[in-house]
């Protein structure tokens, strides 16, 4: 590649994060599903998608947004059993990985095996890995680097975004 084109492409990157740090930048609706629908039975419109979820979940599972903490039931669910997407119903994570981080969000160490997709997001600068519901590529939340043992790692998920099945 020539330079030029490296620094350009580098340059480009630079304001990108930038403005899309101060919410000057907005992605195209197309871009806004993250991850596609691995499931083309989840292949939906955004019209029919508006039509199955609430307007806060599809802003979360859709639009890549983001629930204020602490307003989430989920946070101080206890009971045994699985945490579902709230998009397509895909079993994402087991109560047995959920841990109160305090951060106002429901918090998991591990997702379930083959659940989840990952991409990184420039949203706020610095790269963080964003999270997506392998199935129907809903946004759950992002992964971070300092949650507890065994994984080290803190599957940080809005609440709209799932719903729970507690166990029989």
Not at 79 to 103: E, N, Q
Not at 106 to 123: H, M, N, R, Y
């Amino acid at each position: 590649m020539p330079i030029t084109a490296l620094l350009l492409s580098r340059r480009s990157l630079l304001i990108a994060t930038i403005a899309g740090a101060f919410g000057v930048y907005r992605r195209p609706a197309a871009a806004f599903a993250a991850t596609r629908a691995e499931d083309l039975d989840w292949s939906l419109s955004n019209e029919q998608w508006a039509k199955c979820l609430s307007p806060e979940a599809y802003r979360v599972l859709r639009e890549e947004g983001t629930e204020r903490p602490f307003t989430s039931s989920l946070n101080k669910e206890k009971r045994v059993g699985i945490y579902h997407c709230a998009g397509c119903d895909l079993p994402l994570f087991s109560s047995a990985a959920k841990f109160d981080s305090g951060t106002g969000w429901p918090s998991f160490w591990e997702p379930l095996a083959g659940a989840i997709q990952t991409k990184v997001d420039f949203k706020l600068i610095i790269p963080r890995s964003e999270y997506h519901c392998r199935r129907c590529g809903g946004h759950q939340g992002h992964v971070f680097n300092d949650g507890p043992r065994p994984t080290g790692k803190r599957y940080c998920n809005n609440g709209v975004a799932l719903t729970f099945r507690p166990a029989r």
